[in-house]
């Protein structure tokens, strides 16, 4: 599985950017994919994941702002991120949880989203 990521920039606070995620691949086995994100000297952190039978779950600090969602093909996830604030500036990786022999994660390259106060 190959992840391909997009759509980071810079923004003001309280404005929006929407990230999206391609996969290719072996997409079939892609049991869920997902966005975490690293903020500098910080660890990585969930930021909010699809199952492929369109389960979403959000870290608490995103719920309410940011959206998850698929494209119609089903390989393509979007993060909507709405009314960012300055903390939410950090690498976003596009993640998938794939189950071929075995249950294995894949990452994209990062993004870089940045929020001027």
């Known amino acids: 599985v190959q992840l391909q990521a997009s759509g980071g920039g810079l923004v003001q606070a309280g404005g929006s950017l929407r990230l999206s995620c391609a996969a290719s691949?072996?997409?079939?086995?892609?049991?869920?994919m997902g966005w975490y994100r690293q903020a500098p000297g910080k660890q990585r952190e969930l930021v909010a994941t699809?199952?492929?039978?369109?389960?979403?779950n959000y870290a608490d600090f995103v719920k309410g702002r940011f959206t998850i969602y698929r494209g119609n093909a089903k390989t393509t996830v979007y993060l909507q991120m709405d009314n960012l604030k300055p903390e939410d500036t950090a690498v976003y990786y596009c993640?998938?949880?794939?189950?071929?022999?075995?249950?294995?994660?894949?990452w994209g390259q990062g993004t870089l989203v940045t929020v001027s106060s």
């Open positions: 993640n998938a949880e794939a189950v071929l022999i075995r249950r294995t994660n894949y």
């Open positions: 691949g072996s997409v079939s086995s892609i049991r869920a």
């Open positions: 699809i199952t492929d039978n369109a389960i979403t």
